[in-house]
């Protein structure tokens, strides 16, 4: 297990056991200095048992039940590209629905990792703070960073901090603690917001 080195990033660094890999078909050479770009051609690896494509088709099939989505002009134009080396496919999403200005997932998949974007961006009438999500996996590491970011100045009107970061400050310090009971020989009492 990997352990979290500062504490700043505590809440962010949770260090798990590598994924069940699902494909071993890997052809890596068997040097000790072997890289992932001497694979086989058409050697097939997977980062993780956790499908980052998989969960965004059924989070759309959630949404689409709650609300109806348009999709973004956005959409039409980047929703599918594969990188120039062809080692990387970038897939996007965004939409549009009453309530939300915009809802956009990003994904990146590599042989070795697998990369995350969703952001839920709501009408501006609507008190509602602006939602963020990124996830990044490899075989051994997965980082999950959630993010809320008020629509209103938060630090000149205390009534508004008050109300979204209140209730959620014992949230963040609960999974300070979990992320830190993964980090061997750090007491979860040491850890800092």
Sequence with gaps: ????????????????????????SVGVFSSPHS?????????????????????I??????AKRQTHLVPSPLQEQFNSMISVDGKAELQMLSFQAPKIRLLRSMSIETEVMQVLDFA?????EFDVPIFCANC???SSTNIVVLDLNPLH??????????????SLMPLGLKYVEISCSFCPG??????SP
Excluded at 57 to 62: K, M, Q, S, V
Excluded at 153 to 166: A, E, H, N, P, W
Aim: glycine share 4%; with cysteine.
């Design 153 to 166: 100045d938060v630090i000149g009107r205390r009534d508004y901090k008050d109300r979204y970061y209140k």
């Design 35 to 55: 890289c992932w770009w001497r694979r086989r051609k058409g050697a097939s690896f997977h980062v993780s048992a956790i499908s980052y494509k998989k969960f």
């Design 186 to 191: 750090e007491e979860s009492s040491q850890a």
């Design 136 to 138: 990044f996996s490899t």
């Design 57 to 62: 088709g059924f989070a759309l099939n959630e």
């Design 120 to 124: 839920v961006f709501p009408e501006p």
């Design 1 to 24: 297990m990997e352990s979290c080195t500062t504490s700043s990033l505590r809440s962010f660094c949770v260090a798990v056991k590598p994924p069940v890999v699902l494909s071993t």
